[in-house]
Structure formats: C-alpha cells, structure tokens
C-alpha cells in the first residue's frame, strides 16, 4: 500500500504525507524514552500490587495511577534530552534521537516534559493521594535536577547516586493504593538501587568510546575498565541478599525466596565472567559477544523476573 493518503475529489493529484505524520508521532513518543519506561511501569504495578489492600483498590484509580508513573517517567525522560541535546549529538547510540537530529525543537521538548509532569503529579493527587503525589513529583525532580543536571557530567558516581531516580516506581505503586511508605517499598526500592550500577556500568563498559566523546565521566572513563569491572561484581555480591530481603523479613514465601537465590547466582555468574574479561583493556573494543554485554541483558531477565516472582508469591501466599 502507498504510505500517502490522497485528497478526496482530486484524482490522486494531492498525497497527504501520513508516513511523515507518523513519524512526527514517533519521535514525541521517542521522547518519552519508552524502553525505559516499560521497565518504570512495570516496578511500579508491582509495588501496587504487593501492597496491602490492592485486591480491593479501584481499577480504574489503579490504572490511573500506573498510567501517571508512566507519564512521569517520560516526562523526566523528555526533559533529560532537552538538557543533554549537546552530549547525545556527539554519542554514536544517541546521535539520532530527536532533538540533536533536528526533528523537534529543544523548546518544545522542554515544554512537552514540563507539561507531562505536571499533569501526571496533580492527576495522581486527585486519583489516589498526596503521598503518592508528593513521593512522584519527588522521583522527577531527583532524575532531572539531582541525576540530570547536577551528578551525571560531574562524577563517575553518577549512577550510583543517580540510580535512585529509578528506584522510586514501586514505593510510588505502594503509596497509591496505602497512602504510607513502610519497610517493604524500601527494600523494593533498595533492590533497584543496589541494581542499577552492576546494570549500567555493564552497558558503559559496551558505550566507553561514546562516553569518553562526549565527555562524561562514567566509571570506565575515569578509573578504566578493570576498575569498572571489579564493581559490576562488588555491586553484584551487594545485591543478592538484598534480592533476598523481601523474604528474609517475611513479607514473601520460600518459593520467592528460591526465585531470587537462582536469579542472584545466575547475576553472579555473569558479573564473574565480567571480572574475567579483559579484552576491553589496553584501548581495545568489546566484541559483540562480550560477557559485559552478556550481563548487561541478563541485568535487565533478572529485575523483570525477580519482580514477577514477588508480584506473583504475594498473590498467591500473602493477600
């Protein structure tokens, strides 16, 4: 089929360019990070679904509230490529997004991200309540001005810092259906936090050459790649019994509890192989099938499946 529309009564003469308005559609949804959103949705069903009192909530007002931690998530996302428009023009990964092609205009995506996150605040106050509210309008102001603007050119501790930005969904899905945060959304978000830096440093042993570009001091670019390595397993040992908390304070079953320990050996395997690799030493790129690369994607199998499996004991043993 043509990817253009024709205007009625002229012959064909006049094609409407529909496959450019889609791709105009496109990059607003591109702005919105939506990789990155899938993961921040789905954390948050599951703090909202753990929580006590779920089975019982609106679905409609749960919906409404996943639906703003969606919206949320992309707004923070929309403002991060407004303020690193000039760093993601000169990284290979990042270089054709958006705004450095020059297919939105930086204005417009300030103004799109501030919009989104003031909606998607003032909508979950009025949905469920103001702890809600307050802990999501928290997790956007933290990625945008403590992650964005002030840790991620300035210190290789970026993501370790910086990753408690998206740690929150879970205690925000907890707060909307409670209106409290108690001992079991922080050890969810804990779990996220401990995550994050084996996750990313992972992936920036893979993007090295792009960070050293453009000028940002994550780890491999300020203490090399051995340095880098040693605390994907560091991070890794950390968080396998934090993995484990949600049981060990019995919130959850054995069976979860059997989930994670398979999972954090699994993650402790690929951090060793991490450990082990050296072919990224001596200014030598990773190839394709590098263990870094391999952990990176495990990283992402394990919070997903971890998750589920607190989701799913929950439901099954503990509502």
Same mark, same amino acid.
């Given at each position: 089929m043509s990817d253009t529309a024709m205007e009625p009564g002229q012959g064909g003469a006049a094609p409407l360019p529909v496959a450019h308005d889609m791709s105009e559609v496109r990059d607003w949804i591109a702005l919105l990070k939506p990789r990155v959103m899938s993961l921040v949705v789905f954390s948050g069903?599951?703090?909202?679904?753990?929580?006590?009192?779920?089975?019982?909530?609106?679905?409609v007002l749960a919906a409404t509230a996943i639906l703003c931690i969606a919206?949320?998530?992309g707004a923070a996302g929309a403002i991060n490529m407004w303020y690193d428009r000039?760093?993601? %023009? /000169?990284?290979?990964?990042?270089?054709?997004? $958006? @705004?450095?092609?020059?297919? +939105?205009?930086?204005?417009?995506?300030?103004?799109?991200?501030l919009w989104l996150?003031?909606?998607?605040?003032?909508?979950?106050?009025?949905?469920?309540?103001?702890a809600a509210a307050a802990v999501l309008a928290g997790s956007i102001g933290f990625y945008v001005f403590v992650y964005t603007m002030w840790l991620?050119?300035?210190?290789?501790?970026?993501?370790?810092?910086?990753?408690?930005?998206?740690?929150f969904p879970p205690v925000i899905g907890?707060? %909307? /259906?409670?209106?409290?945060?108690?001992?079991? $959304? @922080?050890?969810?978000?804990? +779990?996220?936090?401990?995550?994050?830096?084996?996750?990313?440093?992972?992936?920036?042993?893979?993007?090295?050459?792009?960070?050293?570009?453009?000028?940002?001091?994550?780890l491999p670019v300020t203490a090399g790649a051995r340095e880098t390595r040693r605390q994907v397993m560091i991070y890794t040992v950390l968080l396998v019994p934090v993995g484990l908390a949600p049981w060990a304070v019995g919130f959850s079953s054995l069976a979860y509890a059997a989930v994670a320990m398979v999972l954090g050996a699994m993650f402790?395997?690929?951090?060793?192989?991490?450990?082990?690799?050296?072919?990224?030493?001596?200014?030598?790129?990773?190839?394709?099938?590098a263990p870094a690369k391999a952990c990176f994607r495990f990283s992402l199998t394990y919070l997903f499946v971890l998750f589920a499996a607190l989701a799913a004991d929950r439901l099954a043993f503990g509502a």
């Amino acid at each position: 089929m043509s990817d253009t529309a024709m205007e009625p009564g002229q012959g064909g003469a006049a094609p409407l360019p529909v496959a450019h308005d889609m791709s105009e559609v496109r990059d607003w949804i591109a702005l919105l990070k939506p990789r990155v959103m899938s993961l921040v949705v789905f954390s948050g069903l599951v703090g909202l679904l753990v929580a006590p009192g779920a089975l019982l909530m609106n679905p409609v007002l749960a919906a409404t509230a996943i639906l703003c931690i969606a919206v949320a998530a992309g707004a923070a996302g929309a403002i991060n490529m407004w303020y690193d428009r000039d760093i993601d %023009a /000169v990284m290979r990964r990042t270089a054709k997004r $958006p @705004i450095p092609d020059g297919r +939105i205009a930086p204005a417009a995506a300030l103004a799109f991200g501030l919009w989104l996150s003031v909606g998607s605040v003032v909508l979950m106050w009025m949905a469920t309540n103001v702890a809600a509210a307050a802990v999501l309008a928290g997790s956007i102001g933290f990625y945008v001005f403590v992650y964005t603007m002030w840790l991620k050119r300035r210190t290789p501790q970026n993501i370790v810092i910086g990753g408690a930005a998206g740690a929150f969904p879970p205690v925000i899905g907890w707060a %909307a /259906v409670t209106g409290d945060i108690t001992l079991v $959304p @922080i050890l969810m978000f804990a +779990i996220i936090f401990f995550w994050t830096p084996p996750h990313f440093w992972a992936l920036s042993l893979w993007a090295h050459d792009d960070y050293a570009r453009a000028g940002v001091p994550m780890l491999p670019v300020t203490a090399g790649a051995r340095e880098t390595r040693r605390q994907v397993m560091i991070y890794t040992v950390l968080l396998v019994p934090v993995g484990l908390a949600p049981w060990a304070v019995g919130f959850s079953s054995l069976a979860y509890a059997a989930v994670a320990m398979v999972l954090g050996a699994m993650f402790l395997r690929h951090a060793l192989a991490v450990l082990r690799d050296a072919q990224d030493e001596a200014g030598r790129s990773l190839t394709k099938d590098a263990p870094a690369k391999a952990c990176f994607r495990f990283s992402l199998t394990y919070l997903f499946v971890l998750f589920a499996a607190l989701a799913a004991d929950r439901l099954a043993f503990g509502a």
